[in-house]
């Protein structure tokens, strides 16, 4: 049986597939933490996550559950993270949405086809040039989707290394009284406000252009949440899409079979992603879900206020929903897997996501088919941060 320890140990993400194994079996709704009023949940059988992110029960706006969070007095406070669309419930979930909904359609995006193929090219070609010690996070799969978000954005992609910094302190931190944290954001927020001006005096055709309009125009979207919106993509540009490509070629390396039959047909790139998605789950949880009342959940009473939080990674080695769910298998049918989340908070960049996760190999492959884990180094470890499944580094050989 899994216990709370677990989930504290830094390589917590080493063992944590049996963990969930264990809790799917013995404690579905497992219990994570307890002040003596309310309840932490971590929630792991595929059916129960899917139920969870649906149920209109679960809401994201604690403010709504506690009289003393006032949530007029909060919204007087300027906060980069106040009112982000992942944070909040309808109708302003539902307008924020809106907004930046036709920039990430499916047909928008493939429009960006041929400009994220020159960017693989570009960043393939320097890697040509150095041969030895290519680190295939570094060198290719960070860059990649970065470059993209701050175009979409209009954001300088030079300034890529400030928001990785910025991005990681911010996923990574456990407490927003920590003085890095506190830091970090400062910078994130004076860094915007002054691409603001920049953007309101001379406009262009990117996304901030336009979310500085439609703040302007003074109905659709306030100026706390066009700070939100931007900071929530460009968070979430850094932090997901690099550990799809990551690990869904960390896992290609470790299942040759599965690495030979992609090689010899790039039609399996798309299938390969999708199992990549399954298997090393770039986002390990959901974002906090609050009670709206009491509820018995599959026979567990959640209280009104408790904090449930959804093991996607265990989600998606459900047993019950997936056949033969511990093997990586690229040619799986019917995968309905949950890599990017259900119900209304379904991720916004998954069209993107996968554009640019089937480029990225189908360029790498056709570019480098020798390429292999580079084993005269130490094997690459996954980064201790609890939300999400995504390497440090991954050296390789080309
Ligand atoms: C929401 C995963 C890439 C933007 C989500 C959620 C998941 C997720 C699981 C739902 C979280 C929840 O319900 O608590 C992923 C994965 C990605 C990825 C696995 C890459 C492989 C991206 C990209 C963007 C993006 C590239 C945009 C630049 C968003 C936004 C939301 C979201 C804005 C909030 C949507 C809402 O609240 O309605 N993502 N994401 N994601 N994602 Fe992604």
Same mark, same amino acid.
């Not at 994220?116 to 290519?134: G, H, R, W």
């Given at each position: 049986m899994g216990n709370l320890e677990t989930l504290h140990q830094s390589n917590f993400k080493i063992g944590a597939y049996s963990f969930y194994e264990d809790l799917r079996e013995g404690q579905p709704i497992f219990p994570m933490n307890s002040d003596g009023t309310n309840h932490s949940w971590m929630i792991t059988k595929y059916d129960h996550v899917k139920e969870l992110l649906k149920s209109p029960s679960f809401i994201k706006d604690q403010s709504k559950l506690f009289s003393s969070a006032s949530k007029d007095t909060e919204k007087d406070d300027?906060? /980069?993270?106040?009112?982000?669309?992942?944070?909040?419930?309808?109708?302003?979930?539902?307008?924020?949405?809106?907004?930046?909904?036709?920039?990430?359609?499916?047909?928008?995006?493939?429009?960006?086809?041929?400009?994220? #193929?020159? /960017?693989?090219?570009?960043?393939?070609?320097?890697?040509?040039?150095?041969?030895?010690?290519?680190?295939?996070?570094?060198?290719?799969?960070?860059?990649?989707?970065? /470059?993209?978000i701050s175009e979409m954005l209009g954001v300088p992609a030079e300034d890529r290394d400030k928001f990785r910094q910025w991005s990681n302190t911010i996923v990574s931190a456990s407490n927003e009284m920590d003085p890095d944290f506190m830091v970090d954001v400062e910078a994130f927020t004076t860094y915007l406000t002054e691409l603001f001006e920049q953007r309101k005096a001379e406009p262009q055709d990117d996304l901030v252009s336009h979310l500085i309009q439609t703040e302007e125009d003074g109905e659709q979207l306030t100026r706390n949440e066009l700070y939100s919106m931007i900071v929530l993509l460009i968070i979430a540009g850094h932090e997901t899409t690099v550990n799809l490509i990551g690990n869904t070629m960390f896992a290609l390396f470790k299942h040759?079979?599965?690495?030979?039959?992609?090689?010899?047909? #790039?039609?399996?790139?798309?299938?390969?992603?999708e199992e990549g998605l399954r298997y090393y789950s770039p986002v390990d949880f959901s974002t906090a879900r609050w009670a709206d009342e009491d509820i018995d959940f599959h026979g567990q009473l959640i209280r009104r206020g408790d904090f449930i939080v959804a093991s996607i990674s265990s989600a998606n080695r459900d047993e019950e929903k997936f056949e033969r769910a511990s093997q990586f298998d690229i040619t799986r049918e019917r995968n309905a897997h949950v890599a990017f989340g259900f119900g209304i908070h379904f991720c916004l960049g998954a069209p993107l996501a996968r554009l640019e996760g089937k480029i990225a190999l189908e360029k790498l492959l056709t570019t480098f088919p020798d390429i292999d884990l580079n084993l005269d180094v130490n094997p690459p470890e996954w980064r201790s941060v609890f939300l999400l499944r995504g390497l440090d580094s991954l050296p390789v050989s080309l």
């Open positions: 300027f906060n /980069i993270f106040q009112n982000m669309m992942l944070d909040v419930d309808p109708p302003d979930h539902t307008r924020l949405r809106k907004l930046v909904q036709p920039y990430f359609n499916p047909k928008t995006i493939k429009q960006l086809e041929p400009r994220i #193929c020159e /960017i693989a090219d570009d960043l393939l070609n320097q890697m040509k040039q150095k041969e030895t010690k290519v680190d295939l996070i570094d060198d290719y799969a960070f860059p990649l989707p970065i /470059i993209v040759p079979d599965q690495f030979e039959k992609v090689k010899d047909d #790039c039609t399996l790139i798309p299938g390969a992603i």
